[in-house]
């Protein structure tokens, strides 16, 4: 086993609390394998709500004034995913440092998704885009329209960011720190935009950085496809591997990628790429030159 690979974690743990490190993930690993169907049965009623929710909850009924909890629910969401972005950057750092992007694909995932720090706010993070389903009935609660955009970003990330977990994808490090920073600047933007009760000039760039997020993540996925070519997959979240780590037992290096897993964070993006190019064609350029004709 590459002693520097094992002493990622080692090397950047002064940014990290005592009780971070600590961390031990059997209990969210043996959950997931365990009650994997949880997630599909919650994705379902998500989608029938987003089709029926609003005639349920609000019909005949005026959008009700909730500024206070969309500032609150903004800003913290705000706040937790800088906090994921700063706890994964300086491992990421150094894993791009010593051993570049390819490294950081093939790395066996117990240094990604186990021990300490990394391993706890990952499955927070996790576990948050359950939370973030409030969004949508925040919406509702608005009399708002729930469009494409929104309620299929809301069910394809849960379910990949769960299925990623799953089947320990190396590259699930990088999009949730990737996506980590988009979501602190968009939640951010949410909140000053509800505080002064307008849109902000900077949404342009909001759009613009969610669209950089899905071509990054188009590229990412299409090397991860380049890797299930050259090395065979295999699962190493059995419990019993994962406690041999202590006893130095040895990761294969790349044998950690999923195709399957790919092949859907592929079909994913090129998805989002092409909404979030609708939403900001019709947001946008349409805008601008229906001004221009004014």
Known sequence: MDV????????????FWHKEKNFKPFWFISFIHNKYILCPIVV????????????????????????????????????????????????????????????LLIIPPIYLYGYGAVGLWICLFILSKYLELADTLFLVLRNKKINLLHWFHHSTVLL??????????PAGF???????????????????????SKPLRCNVYVTILQITQM????????????????????????LSQVNKLK??????YGHYVSKKNAIYA???????????????IQRYMNNNIEEKKK
């Not at 998500?46 to 500024?67: D, E, Q, T, V």
């Not at 990949?160 to 994808?169: I, P, Q």
């Not at 920073?181 to 939640?187: D, G, L, Q």
């Open 160 to 169: 990949y960011t769960w299925d990623t977990y799953y089947m320990e994808m």
């Open 215 to 238: 071509l990054i993540g188009i590229f990412i996925t299409m090397y991860c496809l380049f890797i299930t070519i050259k090395y065979d997959y295999s699962s190493s979240w059995e």
């Open 266 to 280: 592929i079909l994913m993006y090129v998805a989002y790429l092409c909404l979030f190019a609708k939403y900001f």
């Open 4 to 15: 520097g690979t094992y002493y990622i974690i080692r090397c950047v743990s002064y940014f």
């Open 247 to 252: 006893q130095n037992f040895s990761f294969k």
């Open 44 to 103: 379902i009623m998500y989608i029938l709500f987003c089709k029926y929710g609003n005639n349920i909850l609000m019909k005949n009924r005026k959008a009700l004034n909730i500024k206070f909890i969309l500032l609150v629910w903004n800003f913290l969401l705000s706040i937790f995913n800088f906090i994921v972005f700063i706890k994964l950057l300086p491992v990421f750092s150094y894993i791009i440092y010593n051993y570049t992007l390819n490294g």
């Open 174 to 196: 990088t999009f949730i720190l990737i996506n980590a920073f988009v979501h602190t600047i968009m939640y951010g933007y949410y909140f000053f935009s509800t505080l002064f």
